[in-house]
């Protein structure tokens, strides 16, 4: 007998907050760049874009077995940390959500409802181009074993037809090529990084209220958003530039100073072989709260990144050890992190 169960993945907000240099090391070509890990999509020529929405049929392997693709453990993180099952039902769900499926058939993986949960959570932190896909999800699965059957996700209205995403896709990403065109040439990975990190903060509004704000869309193509879009946003564009990024989902645990506790997300970056913090979210909003550029929480390491705690897979992620690329140690003085003060957002 089939049972079907309908899930909601987690809405991330925000708190908000109040209140000598390194030589970076440049380059000539930042298409040549290789700051260890340049992002090359490598799975644009194994898939197609064709797309029917109209169809029920869950999309499958080619061939009707199980492949699992070689997602570099650099690039993908969330990928590399599942077991082989787990791998197996991330593999097919981004074959069939990059080609613009809903319904994704996962019996070949034979994988339970753990297995399913966390798959679909590391393909959506690893992957921000799948900016289409909303919240909730839902799935068939055989009672008798709990054996997961197929997993329809809901896209935004935006995506409802597969002339409508292949418009959205066309305005996405002639967004982001226009946002990296306006920053620019820049001659090391951390400028870049700022360039990037400082376009966001100037022409992006936090509001709890935007359509789409869990997805990097929100931010690159309307201009508002919270936590979720600006890190997905952020990771994206970084991604596009050769510079590994990643997406962290989280809490803010700042119950020691009078807040509450509360979902949030943030990056990690990887420069010059070694892991750090950064939460474009919170520097926008100490600067709008100062009305000064700070940055407080760019490039920091664990032990300095204060009130944030990563949740669920993302704890098996680098640890950031970092200080190189601490934005004092870069670009010169600026607010730290011990002299701001809190407040729950309003």
């Known amino acids: 007998m089939k049972k079907r169960l309908v899930k909601l993945v987690s809405v991330l907000l925000m708190l908000s907050v109040v209140s000598g240099l390194c030589a970076c090391d440049e380059f000539d070509d ?11 999509d490598d799975y644009d020529d194994d898939y197609d874009n064709s797309y029917d929405d109209e169809s029920d049929e869950p999309s499958k392997a080619a061939d009707g077995t199980v492949v699992v693709s070689d997602f570099n453990a650099d690039q993908y993180p969330y990928y590399a940390v599942l077991s082989s099952k787990e791998k197996e039902v991330y593999s097919l769900l981004y074959e069939g959500l990059s080609q613009g499926g809903k319904k994704i058939d996962c019996q070949k993986a034979n994988a339970n409802e753990e297995q399913l949960t966390k798959a679909i959570d590391a393909v959506l932190n690893d992957h921000a181009e799948l900016f289409w896909i909303d919240n909730q999800y839902e799935f ?6 709990g054996i997961i059957e197929d997993v329809t996700f809901d896209f935004f209205d935006f995506a409802s037809t597969s002339d409508k995403l292949n418009d959205a896709k066309a305005a996405f990403e002639k967004a982001a090529d226009d946002i990296l065109a306006g920053i620019g040439s820049q001659q090391s990975a951390v400028e ?53 990024c990643y997406y962290i989902p989280g809490t803010t645990t700042d119950s020691n100073i009078g807040g509450e506790d509360g979902a949030h997300a943030w990056n990690i970056i990887y420069l010059d072989g070694e892991y750090y913090n950064v939460d474009v979210l919170w520097d926008d909003s100490a600067s709008e709260t100062l009305e000064e550029d700070v940055y407080p929480f760019f490039n920091l390491t664990d032990s300095a990144f204060l009130y944030h705690t990563r949740d669920n897979l993302a704890q098996s992620l680098p640890k950031c050890t970092g200080t190189k690329y601490k934005y004092s140690n870069c670009f010169g003085k600026t607010v730290e992190v011990e002299e701001l003060e809190f407040e729950d957002a309003a």
Do not use: M, W
């Open 30 to 40: 930042y298409d040549d760049y290789d700051n260890g890990n340049v992002y090359e």
């Open 140 to 145: 068939t699965y055989d009672s008798d074993g």
């Open 192 to 244: 870049y990084e700022r360039a990037i990190h400082d376009y966001i903060c100037k022409n992006t509004a936090y509001d709890e209220s935007a359509p789409y704000n869990q997805s990097a869309y929100s931010v690159i193509v309307l201009h508002k958003s919270v936590c979720a879009g600006y890190s997905k946003a952020f990771q994206y564009l970084l991604n596009k530039k050769g510079i590994t």
